[in-house]
T-cell receptor
Framework: DAGITQSPRHKVTETGTPVTLRCHQTENHRYMYWYRQDPGHGLRLIHYSYGVKDTDKGEVSDGYSVSRSKTEDFLLTLESATSSQTSVYFC??????????????FGPGTRLTVL | GENVEQHPSTLSVQEGDSAVIKCTYSDSASNYFPWYKQELGKRPQLIID?????GEKKDQRIAVTLNKTAKHFSLHITETQPEDSAVYFC???????????FGTGTRLTIIP
C-alpha cells in the first residue's frame, strides 16, 4: 500500500472544536494531497504539498489548513469543525522516482463525523 | 479550472457482459487520464492509465480509449466478474502539474 498511513482512522467530534488529521509516508514521495470524499461529489482536492513547507490550495480549501514540516508528514487541520466537514478524508502521495508519473497512491482514509 | 464529467453514476450489468464508463473533460492541455477502482470501505487504487500520445491501452479485461479531439475517454471492462463490483473514478491531469481532477464516480454492480 505504498507505505502511507493516516491517523486517526475514525473520529467523532463536536461543532467548533479543532481537529488535526495526520498523513504519514515512508517512501519519500515528493507530493502529498488531502481529499475529501462525499456521495455524489467524488474526490475533491482540499490542499496539496509539493515539498517541505510548500503547499497550495485545492478546490475546497475553505475551513482547512495544512502543514508539512517534514517530507514524510502532511497534517490537515480543521480550525473549528462544522457539520459540513463530516466526510471521509483521504491522503494521497505521488512523485517518487521510479513510479509512474502522476500516479497517486492513497492512504486508508479517515472517517470524520462532526456532531 | 478543469471540469470532469463522468457517466453513468450507476451501472448494473450481468456477469460476463461488458461495462463501459465515460468521462469528458474541459481543458485541452490535459494529457494524463487514469482510472481508479474503489471497493467498498477501501481506498481508491489505480487500475489503468493512458497518456495523450496513445489512443488506446489494454490490460487483460480492462481497456481505456481516448479521443483528444472530442475531449473524452472511456473505461471498458469485458467478461465482467463479481469482483469487478466497485466504484470507478476517472481523473484528468497534465505533466506540468501534479494535481488530478476526479470525476464523480460510477457505482458498478455485477449481477450474478
Amino acid at each position: 500500500d505504498a507505505g502511507i498511513t493516516q491517523s486517526p482512522r475514525h473520529k467523532v467530534t463536536e461543532t467548533g472544536t479543532p481537529v488535526t488529521l495526520r498523513c504519514h509516508q515512508t517512501e519519500n514521495h515528493r507530493y502529498m494531497y488531502w481529499y475529501r470524499q462525499d456521495p455524489g461529489h467524488g474526490l475533491r482536492l482540499i490542499h496539496y504539498s509539493y515539498g517541505v513547507k510548500d503547499t497550495d490550495k485545492g478546490e475546497v480549501s475553505d475551513g482547512y489548513s495544512v502543514s508539512r514540516s517534514k517530507t514524510e508528514d502532511f497534517l490537515l487541520t480543521l480550525e473549528s469543525a462544522t457539520s459540513s466537514q463530516t466526510s471521509v478524508y483521504f491522503c494521497a502521495i505521488s512523485g517518487r522516482v521510479g513510479t509512474s508519473y502522476n500516479e497517486q497512491f492513497f492512504g486508508p482514509g479517515t472517517r470524520l463525523t462532526v456532531l | 479550472g478543469e471540469n470532469v464529467e463522468q457517466h453513468p453514476s450507476t451501472l448494473s450489468v450481468q456477469e460476463g457482459d461488458s461495462a463501459v464508463i465515460k468521462c469528458t473533460y474541459s481543458d485541452s492541455a490535459s494529457n494524463y487520464f487514469p482510472w481508479y477502482k474503489q471497493e467498498l470501505g477501501k481506498r481508491p487504487q489505480l487500475i489503468i492509465d493512458i497518456r495523450s500520445n496513445v489512443g488506446e491501452k489494454k490490460d487483460q479485461r480492462i481497456a481505456v480509449t481516448l479521443n483528444k479531439t472530442a475531449k473524452h475517454f472511456s473505461l471498458h471492462i469485458t467478461e465482467t466478474q463479481p469482483e469487478d463490483s466497485a466504484v470507478y473514478f476517472c481523473a484528468v491531469g497534465d505533466f506540468g502539474n501534479e494535481k488530478l481532477t476526479f470525476g464523480t464516480g460510477t457505482r458498478l454492480t455485477i449481477i450474478p
